[in-house]
């Protein structure tokens, strides 16, 4: 495996001594901030004339990019939605001495970039020499999670020279900016006023008309400064950005604070313009009379208690331990569940790519997660964010000349917004995904509340999209599904996909299932006629599902094995990754695999298997794998854990703790991968741990990797918090709150009763 790592090994802290121009994307991704309700890249404060690429993301805010198509297809999406990079309110440059510093052009000593995860702040500190001018410059900031408008800085300039210094801070919002991957390099805002103070200003916009009647987004920001420097009007540069400017003497051998406080707010919440320029205004208000610890206090009581909730201890690998935090740490600035209306993009905050939309990552991967370690609302909440867009997906089925819903692969109103034919129109499996979700929930939390109500018609019409999909070969009297890419996207358009056919006729099978459940009035609600229940049950007991018995495994597709079949190893280390060195064509006409495909299935239902269909399917496929989606190492992980294959099964776990620590994929400069952040925590507590629901009932099964000392974390199940510790001695489990509770260890029951322990 390759892989770079620029930033230090430390348990809570990422860190590095390092300025290395050539890595500056690389450090500022794995810098970045959120708060759930905004993010940001960890690019520079100050104006850097180097190679950057500065990002800042609010969530909810869109834009529908005209999508690129050189021929146009019936269905095709009419545009490709995309995060608009959002103005940037943290801008502060400073002058010593009528210089402005600039770190593609100075030359600095003592240079520290940390990103402190347990306070979840950022601290960038250097010396500056220019001529007899040495100053150290400081800058913290942080985005409040307990009032989640608030973005605020600190810049701290520390006199070491012998003589005064003349200092000149010039603090912007600024509205000029774009998109790095905008189709047309449009810029998206359009300013609709300004208000300019000699230590505050503020600034409203709102995003471009667009043509495909999609709601227009204003944002509104207000800044407000402390400092004992001295107030200067200053001119703003241009229509599109609002500045404060501040000077003084900094005297030798002294220092000097300044405080920068933006509140920043949306339309999303504030539905007239008026409104949300008063809130912005009473925000500020409130905020101002704070003083930057008694903020920061507030916000770190809040990261404290998510990580009393969730921490997952590891002792004895410290690379390990650092891993595990920083994607707790992501995903929780991402998104924790306040917000019913939003959802995880790939990138989250981070970046660009993928265009911070809602894939199917979140009901895989994303989904499980958080049943462990938030409370049921926050997983209802993701699910009931689907329900919400029922309207847009019986839009896409629609357009595909089919029944029922289909749900996009890329949205964030439900309408499918991605501009590649082979995942809008071929990736259908997602549609299996979010039916599988509403099953996990509701098998983990024991809450049937949304699987008989909202969860039903869902079910349903997901149900009907399958039973238009599918056709019936007369040859073969099976129906089959054609024309479709799963999960392992370097396969495109191929028949019979073994995952998705499975995953379409469990969704039958289940929708069957449920509607026996279901209340009369929801039954008639959902009117599923005896005809279709018919057709559905034929379907379920006539699914193809492509086997091999000579190999004993699952086939991907019909035609996988005719490949010329060779393992990764091959493949020469200077050609990896191929997506990075490959032709398209050559990288479909392989057997490489991106991802796990047929093992995903075999992780969803992972005990409806035998061992020996486990083993043999994993034997075949994990060879044939690069990995090269960040989703893949943890399912890897779990199986290997399942199968006792214990070396693999900690090389997974390091491959997708650290994918983007370590840059693994070398994709990490233009974001991290949020969604696949899960897979760390996935990996011990599913895998590692051997964690199953079965009937209502919690099982265990741990192991310890051997390089490893001791781990433990912490689970919700059911009003319950259970600690569960392994460590060289044996296993610990603690039940720290809630009802007594019946679990599994090795196969056998053990009771947990509130405030005492069990040791095996």
Request: proline letters at 3%; glycine letters at 8%.
């Amino acid at each position: 495996m390759n892989m770079k790592r620029i930033f230090e090994v430390q348990p809570w802290n990422v860190v590095s001594h390092d300025f290395n121009r050539a890595e500056k994307r690389l450090q500022e991704s794995m810098t970045s901030l959120g708060n759930g309700y905004m993010g940001m890249r960890g690019f520079f404060e100050e104006n850097y004339s180097g190679d950057t690429l500065p990002g800042i993301y609010l969530g909810g805010v869109w834009f529908p990019d005209r999508t690129r198509v050189g021929w146009w297809k019936i269905g095709y999406p009419e545009y490709f939605g995309k995060v608009i990079n959002a103005i940037n309110f943290i801008k502060i440059n400073i002058a010593l001495n009528g210089e402005f510093i600039d770190l593609a052009k100075d030359e600095i000593t003592g240079f520290e970039l940390n990103l402190d995860m347990k306070n979840a702040r950022l601290t960038r500190s250097f010396t500056v020499e220019k001529g007899t001018v040495k100053v150290v410059v400081t800058f913290e900031r942080f985005l409040s999670v307990a009032q989640k408008e608030l973005s605020v800085q600190r810049v701290r300039l520390k006199n070491l020279g012998s003589d005064d210094v003349d200092v000149k801070i010039i603090s912007a919002i600024d509205a000029d900016v774009k998109n790095e991957d905008a189709n047309y390099g449009e810029r998206f805002w359009e300013v609709l006023q300004t208000d300019q103070k000699e230590q505050s200003g503020s600034l409203v916009a709102i995003t471009k008309a667009n043509p495909f009647g999609t709601p227009r987004f204003t944002v509104g920001a207000e800044m407000h400064h402390r400092t004992a420097l001295q107030a200067k009007v200053a001119a703003p540069a241009h229509d599109k950005e609002v500045v404060n400017g501040f000077s003084g003497k900094l005297v030798a051998g002294s220092e000097i604070d300044f405080e920068k406080r933006v509140i920043v707010v949306t339309s999303r919440d504030y539905h007239t313009q008026n409104n949300l320029v008063s809130a912005m205004n009473a925000i500020s208000e409130k905020t101002d009379n704070l003083s930057y610890d008694e903020l920061f206090d507030a916000h770190r009581a809040i990261w404290a208690e998510r990580w009393e909730k969730s921490d997952v201890k590891i002792e004895g690998d410290v690379a390990a331990q650092q891993g595990i935090r920083f994607n707790l740490f992501q995903m929780f600035s991402t998104y924790y569940g306040e917000d019913a209306r939003l959802n995880i993009g790939p990138k989250g905050f981070t970046g660009e790519k993928y265009g911070g939309a809602t894939y199917w990552d979140t009901e895989a991967f994303v989904l499980p997660f958080y049943l462990g370690v938030a409370e049921p609302k926050i997983s209802k909440n993701l699910l009931k964010y689907r329900y919400q867009q029922l309207d847009g997906a019986y839009h896409n089925a629609k357009k595909q000349g089919l029944k029922g819903a289909l749900f996009p692969m890329v949205t964030f109103d439900g309408i499918e917004s991605h501009n590649e034919w082979e995942i809008t129109f071929e990736e259908i499996h997602r549609n299996g995904d979010i039916a599988f979700a509403i099953y996990n929930y509701t098998r983990y939390t024991g809450d049937k509340s949304y699987v008989l109500n909202e969860g039903s018609k869902v079910l349903t019409e997901i149900s009907r999209f399958w039973a238009d999909r599918v056709h019936f070969s007369k040859r073969k009297q099976k129906y089959m599904l054609h024309g479709v890419t799963g999960p392992d996207e370097y396969e495109n358009n191929v028949d019979n996909n073994w995952y998705t056919n499975y995953m379409a006729r469990w969704t039958l099978a289940y929708t069957l299932q449920v509607l026996e459940e279901v209340s009369q009035e929801q039954a008639a609600v959902l009117n599923v006629t005896e005809e279709e229940k018919q057709l559905w049950q034929d379907i379920v007991d006539r699914m193809y599902l492509p086997e091999d018995e000579e190999l004993g495994i699952f086939v991907q597709h019909d035609g996988f094995l005719d490949k010329d079949i060779k393992p990764v190893s091959e493949i020469p280390a200077d050609e990896l990754p191929i997506n990075q060195h490959w032709s398209w064509d050559k990288i479909l006409r392989s057997a490489y695999i991106k991802q796990a495909d047929v093992l995903q299935g075999i992780w969803n239902f992972i005990d409806e298997f035998t061992p020996e269909q486990k083993k043999r399917n994993f034997d075949f496929y994990e060879p044939l794998t690069v990995h090269e989606s960040s989703l893949s190492a943890s399912i890897h992980a779990i199986l290997a854990s399942d199968l006792h294959d214990e070396n693999k099964a900690v090389e997974m776990y390091e491959r997708t703790s650290r994918l983007d620590l370590d840059n693994y994929n070398n994709d990490t400069e233009d974001g991290l991968h949020i969604t696949s952040m899960t897979g760390s925590w996935l990996a011990i507590v599913q895998g590692f741990a051997g964690m199953r629901v079965r009937d209502g009932k919690l099982h265990f099964a741990p192991f310890l990797p051997k390089k490893w000392d001791k781990y433990q974390f912490r689970l919700l199940f059911r009003g319950r918090l259970i600690e569960v510790g392994v460590d060289t001695n044996g296993v610990s489990l603690e039940l720290l709150e809630g009802e007594p509770l019946t679990v599994g260890l090795y196969g056998k029951d053990v009771e947990l009763v509130a405030q005492s322990s069990v040791f095996v």
